[in-house]
């Protein structure tokens, strides 16, 4: 009987230890620029508008989409203020994104019925960033 107890609580004990191995081995991919699975489906990764050179008050614009096809944990993939394409998460302040970022709206205006997405939904993003030098 007492052998079957130390077998049960070394199970128990083993399963919790893999566990706690499992979610610290996740990686914080925020910052890193946006890649898809299936190459056929790049037009999938964001790409801003390009600003109107004859408009002095033109501000880059941002994208930001949610797909399965996109190699980010969070699934999420913004061009931020005219950035290229980087992984994202949503955040509801600062402590919830890594150093470096800031926890804001990217979209401007409301999307439209339907969308997954709305202007007060806030991410991790990084104003001048480039997701080509960025390390997590």
Known sequence: ???HLKIRVL???SAA???LLGTGCL???VGTCCQ???ESKMDLIPVPP???PA???AKPASVIRQDPAFD???LTCTAYQGSKAFCTRQCEDEADCPEGFSCAPVLDSDPGPGAMIGPNDKFCVRTAHSCDSWEP
């Open 55 to 57: 408009d002095p008050t």
């Open 50 to 52: 390009e600003v109107d």
């Open 17 to 19: 230890g893999l566990g």
């Open 36 to 38: 898809v699975f299936d």
């Open 27 to 29: 990686k914080d991919d």
């Open 11 to 13: 199970i128990a004990l």
């Open 1 to 3: 009987m007492l052998a």
């Open 72 to 74: 980010c944990s969070g």
